[in-house]
């Protein structure tokens, strides 16, 4: 009896050890890809943070890194994964979906409990803008409460591709999730999270939004939601 125990006890201190090396290894190529945007074994990085979600973080953290690099690994190789795809489905097929976070502490918008949150376009912040460029593109536009309400949408609509903005937790959450409904889905993490007046990269979006479409031509650089002047982003 105690030779298996014995046994059992090595095979579970091996599996462990082996867990522990493909974590590490996994987080090494992690790195790679958000710090060199060098990206191998793409599906490996996936499997990896899809299922050992929790224990990735435990092992980014044990290498003193911030468990956001965790959900960074996620969504940057979805967004390597999908975006050729992305590039293909036409604009009438694909939604965008921003977080009410971004929107102005005063935002006049309502709640609507089957669209989500309908901006007014009363340019206090930074999705008047998005929201003008991607239905002139084409897409359909939501702004959300939360998570579920992404699913929710995701159900109702049957998007061939989204568009997502939001916290990289939440990001990468969704894109898995989203991911699940056959829907191919690329990502913009927020530059600063919060409850109100969050930032994110302006010109980064507006590049995947017109993925496939045409090229982002200005260059400028990270907008706040505070700051309701896009005009370089735009071309104005
Ligand atoms: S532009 Fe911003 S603040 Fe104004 S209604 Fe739209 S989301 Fe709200």
Do not use: W
């Not at 030779?3 to 095979?11: E, L, M, P, W």
């Not at 901006?119 to 912040?125: E, P, V």
């Not at 003008?132 to 409460?145: C, N, Q």
């Not at 409904?181 to 590049?207: I, M, Q, S, Y």
């Amino acid at each position: 009896m105690d030779q298996i125990y014995s046994i059992i006890g090595k095979i579970t201190i091996s599996v462990l050890v082996l867990l522990a090396l493909f974590l590490i290894m996994s987080l090494i190529l992690g790195v790679m890809l958000v710090k060199k945007n060098k990206l191998l074994f793409p599906r490996i990085l996936l499997f990896t943070v899809d299922t050992f979600y929790l224990q990735f973080k435990k092992i980014a953290n044990f290498f003193g890194l911030s468990d956001r690099i965790v959900d960074l690994i996620g969504i940057e190789v979805r967004n390597n994964l999908n975006e050729r795809k992305f590039a293909r489905i036409s604009p009438e097929d694909r939604i965008v979906v921003v977080p009410q976070c971004v929107r102005h502490s005063k935002c006049p918008a309502r709640l609507d409990s089957v669209t989500g949150i309908d901006c007014k376009s009363c340019g206090l912040c930074i999705v008047k803008d998005i929201k003008a460029e991607a239905e002139r593109l084409g897409y359909k536009f939501y702004i959300v409460p939360g998570g579920s309400f992404v699913k929710r949408i995701v159900k109702k609509v049957r998007p061939g591709a989204a568009l997502g903005i939001a916290c990289h937790q939440d990001l990468n959450m969704s894109m898995h999730e989203i991911s699940r409904a056959e829907c191919t889905v690329v990502g913009v993490p927020l530059l600063k999270d919060g409850c109100v007046n969050t930032e994110v990269d302006v010109k980064e979006v507006f590049r995947k939004l017109r993925l496939g479409i045409e090229n982002i031509k200005d260059e400028t650089n990270k907008l706040s939601c505070s700051d309701g002047d896009t005009s370089e982003v735009l071309g104005r």
